[in-house]
């Protein structure tokens, strides 16, 4: 399965997102060949984390793309990733009072925890323009990701106002040329190419009708959430930054950071920190880990023994790091260097 490269460079693409995303595809799409390559996954047959980098993500979201049947994968994205992509904002999406108080949702809430994109909401001349920003580069992937995430949106606002969309219109960025039938049937309104935007417009007066589907509870559960996740994402954003710290230290002089260390650079004390990471449900030890680990595999895919790779990563010894290794990815590092060595 031909795989484009996701740029490697964003920062934001070390932050972590649900990988419940793939366990849906395994669902839908019974695992299919080569889902997980040139993800740190691709080779193991151990357990996914229950966050995965947004990087690998990405990754897997290109082979989706680049696979044989890509109208059948992007339909079961489509299914798969919503809550991914609009992740707690989707509750008060479909129980607010008004569209107006969803879309102000959206504007606030809407990519904190995938971290892929940001909704800028704005109105002109009787119109209410939704438009879809990416937080990090994506590339080949641009595409794709607007049509799943418009298409959840649309869905989203349909349910609010009613299954008329005489009125709702997508924009995207890119041609017709490529866009099938059935892509163009499930948007379920009318679809604008070669804007110089992705997003959908709507008329304003939708705004201030009252929707048949407010449930107070549930919408009420639905800011709650979205403030929580909103804290989520602060969290995330100190978690990036203590990541950086433990790679830096590790590059330069083969060792991690004692936590107090650590603390004392992120300028908290090692209780705050330890509470920080409690509630992005990580350890310290945890994040040491995932650090080494993503290392190890750059290093013996590179070449480097696996002597000098267990050295540059500061365990004692060799089989210390080999039972390491075998822990993360389900292989020893022999095996692993071979088999890189032969792609």
């Keep these: 399965m031909p795989t484009a490269a996701v740029p490697a460079t964003d920062a934001g693409l070390a932050h972590l997102v649900p990988s419940a995303f793939t366990f849906a595809f395994c669902r839908q799409l019974g695992q299919p060949r080569g889902l997980f390559d040139a993800t740190p996954f691709a080779d193991s047959d151990a357990p996914l984390p229950e966050l995965i980098a947004l990087r690998d993500f990405l990754t897997i979201v290109s082979n989706i793309v680049g696979a044989g049947n890509r109208d059948a994968y992007v339909a079961a994205a489509i299914a798969a990733t919503t809550q991914i992509h609009l992740t707690a904002v989707a509750l008060p999406l479909r129980s607010a009072p008004t569209l107006r108080d969803a879309l102000a949702m959206l504007a606030l809430y809407g990519g904190n925890r995938a971290g892929i994109h940001r909704y800028v909401v ?18 080949h992937l641009q595409p794709v990701l607007a049509e799943i995430v418009l298409t959840a949106l ?6 609010l106002h009613g299954d008329d969309s005489a009125g709702l219109t997508v924009a995207l960025r890119r041609d017709a040329a490529a866009y099938s039938p059935d892509m163009l049937a499930r948007m379920a309104c009318a679809v604008e190419f070669s804007r110089g935007h992705d997003g959908i417009t709507l008329p304003t007066r939708w705004e201030s009708i009252r929707s048949n589907h407010h449930d107070p509870a549930l919408w009420t559960i639905g800011v709650q959430r979205c403030a929580s996740e909103a804290e989520q994402s602060r969290t995330a954003g100190r978690i990036r930054l203590l990541r950086a710290d433990i790679e830096h230290q590790l590059s330069a002089t083969a060792t991690v950071p004692r936590l107090a260390e650590a603390a004392a650079r992120a300028g908290c004390s090692a209780r705050t920190l330890m509470r920080q990471l409690r509630a992005a449900g990580l350890t310290y030890q945890q994040l040491v880990d995932a650090v080494r680990r993503d290392r190890a595999r750059e290093l013996l895919a590179s070449g480097c023994p696996v002597g000098a790779t267990a050295e540059a990563l500061g365990f004692a010894d060799p089989s210390s790091f080999r039972r390491c290794f075998r822990r993360w990815y389900g292989t020893n590092p022999g095996a692993f260097e071979r088999h890189a060595a032969n792609i």
């Design 122 to 139: 704005r109105r002109s001349g009787g119109r209410t323009f939704v438009e879809l920003g990416s937080r990090v580069a994506l590339a």
């Design 154 to 159: 649309v869905h989203a606002v349909l349910s």
